[in-house]
Every structure is written in C-alpha cells, then in structure tokens.
C-alpha cells in the first residue's frame, strides 16, 4: 500500500510562480551525470520490504531484490528466479528449480533454502502468504537449487499468489536474514536483485543510493511488466527525499533531477507546457484512496458510527484536493474500478455530494457521546496530510470531537502499531483491490489482520473459498457476496480514485508501466 501520491492543498502561487523558485539542490549538487538518475520516489524510511507494506518499501525491495515469478504487463505470472517447475498430477505438490547466475552482492550463491527460508517469513505476513503456510504440509529444500512447496490440499491460485505485486512482496532474502521474525526488521540490504544499495553513500533523511549490479544476470525474455529481462541500462540510482513539492519542480526543471514521483497537481499546467518535462501515468488504472478505523475502540467499534463515515463522504470533493476533474472518479466497489471483481453488489449508500443527515443519525444511534477520534495527519505524505485536515474539518461540521495528530513515517508506524488512533488514510493501486488472498487491506479477520481490525467470520469463510474455486465467474460470484457484507461491517470507507501521473524530463525513458510500484531497471538516460 502507498505511503504518498498527489498534493491535495492549493500551494499559493501561480505556475508562473512556481517555475521561478530557486531550487535549494542548485547550490547543493553538480548536475546529474548522464549515467547517474536521481529520483524523488518520497520518503523511505524502512527498508525491510516484508516488515512494511508501503510503497516506498517495495520500490526499494524490486530494486536491490528479485523474486520467484513476477508478473507481466497483462498482470500473469511469469518464472523469475524460477528456472523451472512442475506440480504433481494431484496438485498438491510444487518442484521449483533455480536458473542459473543467481547470486547475492556479498558474492556467495542464492540458494534454495534461501527461498525457503523467504517463503517461511513472507508466509507470515500477507493473507495470501498465510493461507499457503496454512496449506503447506512441507516446504522445503531438496538440493542447492531445488526447492518444493507440498501442499495438503490443492491451491489452485499458488502461483499468483507467489507472483503477487501488492506489497508486501515475496521478495527473496538471504537464509540469515529471512530466518528473523517477519516483525523484527532487516537491516542489511543485500540482495540478489540488478541494483546494490550503495550503504557508504546512505544520508538518511536527505538520499540514498544504488549501483547498478555488474554480476546481475537477466533472464533472456525482453523486459514486460516487472517480469522478462531486468536490463540495467544506467550505473546509478540516487532516490532523492525531496519532502518540499515546489523544490522537488525546481530541481526537475533545472535538471537536477530527473523523476519526481508525485508532483503537486496545481503544476501539471507548467509540467505539459515545459518542452523539457512530460506527465506520464505509470499505473493506467489509478490508486484508490481510503481510510480504515479503529474497530477496537469507540467510536468506531460501533458498526453504526462506522457506516455513518461511509455515508459522510463526498469523494468528489475530497479528490479534487487531489488533482483535477479530469483524473478523478468516485468508487464504489470493494474491488476498485477496473478490476474484474468491479460490481455494484450492495451500492445504495453511495450518494453524489455524501450524506451528511443520513451520517448524523446513525452517530445518534450508534450512541456517540463526543468521544475524540483521533486522525493520524501523515506529515511525509503531502496528500494524506491535507486528506486529513479535510476530513478533520467534514467530521466536525456532524459535531464529532476530532483531534489531528502529525507524525512522520516512523512515528505513524509506531502509532498504528500501538492502536492509538481511530482513523487513517492510505491508498493502493486499483490492481490490489483485485487480491483479497494476498492483500491485506481486504481481510477481515479481525485483531490478526491488518490496522483498523474489522471482523467478519461470514467474509472470511469466503475468502477462504476465493483460493479453492477454478473460474474467474465462480471468484466473480464470491465478489460480490463478500462486497454485501463489507458495506454492511464498513471496515473500509472509499476516500475515491485518481490517476496519478509521475513527471519526468523527457530524456528519462523506457520507465515500467505497471501499478503501484516503480521500477528502475529498464530505464534509459539520454543526453
């Protein structure tokens, strides 16, 4: 899931304006050298890609990482680190055999029980890790490049699942470092992916870099999606932590960068009209944006106070602090816009403008009396800093006690953690809403699952059939049974949808078009 996107607030200034604010990287770096990309992809502050599910984390995670299959631009799963596999006329059990070349940046060998070892701990953390280590009757290691995966029961979605892109990825780690607890973080950032991490040249806070890997072997298949060939074409990756959107345009018109991951929406105007820059949207089908709540404390472990928040909110309005008309929509399917499990099961709740009337009543009969709900205001996320001042000021005109809370990265990771807030907002691809086995966000298994805990044994019980059934009509059926019931407990209300276009200076090219994550293999630096 992402951790930022667009700007929501009106910066002030006219784009005019804009273009003519000194970049405070001008006195500070030399210009980029032609084989050197510097990217300002937002603030990485955990590294371990397993222990978090932002976005931020999985960039860094496809860059210095490789996994076992990886999924092409028609979003199919493709052998990655897998040489070859076959499963067993009952379909219970899995042979996967390595490909050759593979091997980690401290020069020793990638083996299978390193991927055994990655499976146990990746097992651990998204539903769709669970349910195969529920499944599994052995994983295990056969030979150095050998590995199997016996199930005691079939899975007939186990190569998805393992191909999955919605963070956190099964990204292969060293047999010491993936034998820690999926809790306790990773700190070495060695891997066996085309870039190494650059730990003498890390600034933590200001940038941090990544060499291209000489030892990398691709596999021979042209790159498509994040599958095919990972060709390295640049020697180095410099991921800029610009957190000042009107710096991070400056830099990218004077060519001191060249990719700024979330440029403000009030500049896409000075963007499209500089010869130098272009808008590209990497992720075709959008993100959509939504808030989880506290089921565990009041108000809203009353399902009342909850179905009163899907009521309140106007998505137009609060997406056009996103960006503009043109790259909005509302939302209101569980399963995104654009995913084959889109339906309208259950819908009627959905009003142009929001329904404040509707919301105050069910407040009234969910027995609210003035409790604070406290809303996580994300200071390194420009979008979801202002998301929650407008929500903070929506919630108050129904008469809801609403105390913003700022925090960072870090102290937003421990909060949520310690479950001392009642509301936040995050966003994902439209493409993770089509997963409910891998994503987390789309369980509903209460305290086990993930941040806000809503608990639905009956949405469960379907869930765990999403897995066991062989057509894409027999998941569509179960789509729209588990939509009824999550618009009736609400453990997710839809903030809505946007397309949210990165900006580049054009001679940045070749950039993965897929959702939700940036790749940096492939990409091309001309002059």
């Given amino acids: 899931m992402t951790i930022s996107r667009r700007d929501l607030v009106k910066l002030g200034i006219a784009a005019g304006t804009a273009i003519s604010i000194p970049s405070v990287l001008r006195a500070q770096t030399a210009p980029a050298d032609a084989r050197t990309v510097r990217m300002v992809l937002g603030d990485l502050s955990t590294f371990d890609p397993i222990v978090s599910t932002a976005y931020t984390s999985g960039n860094h995670g496809l860059a210095i990482y490789d996994t076992l299959f990886a999924l092409d631009s028609k979003l199919r799963p493709q052998p990655q680190m897998v040489g070859k ?17 593979l091997g980690w940046h401290d020069g020793t060998p990638v083996t299978a029980a390193d991927c055994v ?51 956190p990825l ?16 990773v700190t070495a950032n060695i891997g066996s992916g085309p870039f190494k991490f650059n730990q003498a040249l890390a600034k933590p806070g200001a940038s941090f870099t990544y060499d291209r890997n000489e030892k990398y072997i691709p596999r021979q298949e042209p790159a498509d999606g994040f599958a095919g060939g990972k060709v390295v074409n640049v020697d180095r990756v410099i991921w800029e932590n610009i957190s000042d959107q009107q710096t991070s345009f400056a830099a990218l018109q004077s060519g001191e960068v060249d990719f700024v991951y979330d440029p403000p929406a009030d500049l896409y105007p000075a963007i499209k ?24 404390q009041k108000p809203f472990d009353n399902v009342k106070a909850r179905q009163a928040m899907l009521h309140l909110i106007d998505q137009e309005a609060v997406m056009r602090t996103v960006a503009p ?30 329904d404040p009337e509707k919301a105050k009543q069910l407040l ?46 870090a102290k937003r990771s421990e909060l949520l953690t310690n479950g001392s807030w009642s509301i936040f907002m995050t966003n994902e691809s439209d493409y993770d809403r089509s997963t ?85 293999w492939n990409m091309q630096k001309g002059a």
């Fill in 170 to 185: 099964l990204f292969i780690m060293r047999e010491k470092d993936a034998n820690r607890p999926a809790a306790e973080q």
């Fill in 325 to 354: 008309q043109e790259y909005i929509s509302a939302v209101t399917s569980f399963f995104g816009n654009q995913t084959p499990y889109t339906n309208d099961e259950n819908t009627g709740w959905y009003k142009k403008g929001g």
């Fill in 85 to 101: 596999w076959g499963v067993s006329d009952d379909k219970k059990k899995y042979t996967f055999e390595l490909r050759e070349g």
């Fill in 273 to 296: 009209s500089d010869p130098n820059l272009e808008l590209q949207a990497l992720n075709k089908a959008g993100d959509v944006y939504f808030m989880r709540m506290n089921c565990l």
């Fill in 364 to 409: 009234n009969e969910a027995g609210y009396g003035g409790e604070t709900v406290v809303i996580l205001q994300h200071t390194g996320w420009a979008s979801g800093n202002i998301i929650a001042q407008f929500l903070a000021a929506t919630l108050r005109k129904i008469g809801m006690n609403v105390d913003l809370v700022p925090a960072d990265s």
């Fill in 117 to 167: 070892a990655s499976i146990r701990r990746w097992g651990q953390v998204p539903s769709g890790g669970t349910l195969i280590m529920e499944r599994a009757r052995d994983i295990s290691a056969q030979d150095d490049k050998t590995f199997i995966i016996s199930l005691k029961e079939p899975l007939g979605l186990l190569i998805e699942t393992l191909a999955s892109a919605s963070t």
């Fill in 436 to 520: 409910p086995v891998s994503n987390p966000t789309l369980s509903a298994n209460g305290e086990a699952g993930w941040f806000g805990w809503p608990k639905s044994d009956e949405y469960e019980a379907l869930r765990a059939k999403w897995a066991n059934v062989e057509t894409l009509e027999e998941r569509q059926a179960l789509a729209r049974e588990m939509q009824r019931i999550q618009w009736d407990i609400v453990g997710t209300v839809l903030l809505g949808s946007a397309l949210s276009p990165i900006a580049r200076r054009k001679t940045l090219t070749g950039l993965i078009e897929m959702p939700a994550l940036t790749a940096m």
